[in-house]
């Protein structure tokens, strides 16, 4: 199928798709693919369009406008763009990329945690795996081939897969976020801050934090809270221990301060809790 865009050169591909309800359900879906050649005359200019966009850029420049900032993607650069989301984008001379619209359950909200924690316009190491796929796509189709919606919505899978998997750098420093894990749990009982985190690692504050959430999924602070949490649990369920001596051990001056957080991170009391997962056989046992 042609595109019958302005700027875009004849050499050119696209292909659109119609999902069906159970894909829109369950599955990620494309809703557009393609590969363009373009000159300075294709642009495009919407306030809000519904699916996602992921585009590869394997030569030339592009121009996008978006969330506030005029950015440039050269050769080998990835753009992620929930398109809802006003946006502008225009080609110079030359320009080629590849691209998948997309969208389905949770799609949004997974771009919207790629993006927060890396921006939208992307340079990874794992740029080039993500051009692949989108140009495999594109000759797919281009071939006549046909898949199941299952088929379609594992090639978004990967997509997230590659835009989330760590950096080589990033993979450098997980030995160091694991000692900074093992520190957690052995210094639970006392204050922890970030910077005593971050000289465990020896890594500067700011890029033990960016590290350690990539690999987490928390900031070094929720990671501690979190595991605080879980250990009164295990207190609270395997043992008689009060609760005011269970908040000295993970770490809290008071019982009203573990109370206080407990609720608000668990939603029930401590109480109600060992209530509820202490069987009167841990409570001989004990």
């Given at each position: ?5 302005p700027?875009i050169?004849p050499?050119s591909?696209?292909?659109s798709?119609?999902p069906?309800?159970a ?16 000159n ?9 369009y519904?699916p996602?966009l ?5 030569s ?6 978006y969330r506030?900032?005029q ?7 990835v753009?992620l ?12 001379d ?14 949004h909200?997974i ?24 140009y495999?796509m ?9 898949e199941?919606?299952?088929e379609?919505s594992m090639?978004?899978y990967r997509?997230?897969d ?16 694991d ?7 052995s210094n639970?009982g006392?204050?922890i801050?970030?910077e005593?985190?971050a000289?465990v690692?020896?890594l500067?504050?700011s ?13 070094p602070?929720?990671y ?20 005011s ?6 770490g ?5 301060s573990l109370?206080n957080?407990?609720?608000k991170?668990v ?7 060992r209530?509820?997962?202490q069987?009167?056989?841990d409570?001989?046992?004990i």
């Amino acid at each position: 199928m042609k595109s019958v865009d302005p700027g875009i050169l004849p050499q050119s591909t696209c292909f659109s798709f119609t999902p069906p309800d159970a894909a829109k359900e369950l599955f990620f879906y494309p809703t557009w693919c393609g590969h363009y050649y373009c000159n300075r005359n294709y642009f495009m200019r919407r306030k809000s369009y519904p699916p996602l966009l992921v585009v590869f850029v394997r030569s030339g420049i592009f121009h996008i406008e978006y969330r506030g900032e005029q950015r440039q993607a050269h050769r080998g650069d990835v753009v992620l763009l929930d398109c809802v989301e006003p946006h502008f984008y225009q080609a110079e001379d030359g320009l080629e990329f590849v691209y998948m619209h997309f969208d389905g359950a949770n799609a949004h909200e997974i771009c919207r945690y790629i993006t927060k924690m890396q921006g939208w316009l992307i340079g990874r190491d794992t740029n080039m795996l993500i051009g692949k796929l989108l140009y495999d796509m594109v000759d797919f189709y281009e071939r006549g081939n046909l898949e199941t919606p299952f088929e379609s919505s594992m090639r978004i899978y990967r997509l997230f897969d590659l835009l989330l998997t760590p950096t080589t750098q990033e993979r450098a420093a997980s030995s160091p976020i694991d000692d900074a894990i093992q520190y957690i749990r052995s210094n639970m009982g006392k204050a922890i801050t970030l910077e005593e985190l971050a000289g465990v690692t020896n890594l500067s504050p700011s890029y033990f934090s960016h590290c350690f959430k990539r690999q987490t999924g928390f900031s070094p602070v929720e990671y501690v809270i979190n595991t605080r949490v879980e250990r009164t649990k295990i207190l609270l369920a395997r043992t008689t221990k009060t609760v005011s001596e269970i908040a000295y051990e993970v770490g809290y001056a008071s019982g009203g301060s573990l109370i206080n957080l407990f609720v608000k991170r668990v939603g029930i009391s401590p109480k109600q809790y060992r209530k509820e997962h202490q069987s009167p056989v841990d409570a001989q046992a004990i």
